[in-house]
Nanobody, 117 residues
């Protein structure tokens, strides 16, 4: 049951930037641990970055220093600013919300990011 909506994907040249957004009108983001995942062609889904209910960010090694995760709980939106994108970053990017008291997760439908010259 998908209740999140991602946007902001697209085609970008190597070295370029994109900003992904994840929003919902049905969940209260301030209560959730939020994260971005991606699935590259031929690979399993992998964690990109996360931000917990206390707004503490964490990054996978490949994202650290290039990507920035943030959220605006007032508008129930999470962001992923991606800089210096490389062809290996080409993937479908998904957002996930996790509510730990209920051990329940929600996913978006994904947004395609393609890095190519």
């Amino acid at each position: 049951q998908e209740q999140l909506t991602e946007s902001g994907g697209g085609l970008v040249q190597p070295g370029g930037s994109l900003r992904l957004s994840c929003g919902t009108s049905r969940l209260t983001f301030s209560l959730f641990d939020m994260s971005w995942y991606r699935q590259r062609p031929g690979n399993e889904r992998e964690l990109v970055a996360s931000i917990n209910a206390g707004n503490m960010p964490d990054y996978s090694d490949f994202a650290n220093g290039r990507f920035t995760i943030s959220k605006d709980s007032a508008i129930n939106t999470m962001f992923l600013q991606m800089n210096n994108l490389q062809p290996d970053d080409t993937a479908v990017y998904y957002c996930r919300a996790y509510y730990s008291p209920w051990r329940r997760e929600y996913w978006g439908q994904g947004t395609q990011v393609t890095v190519s010259s």
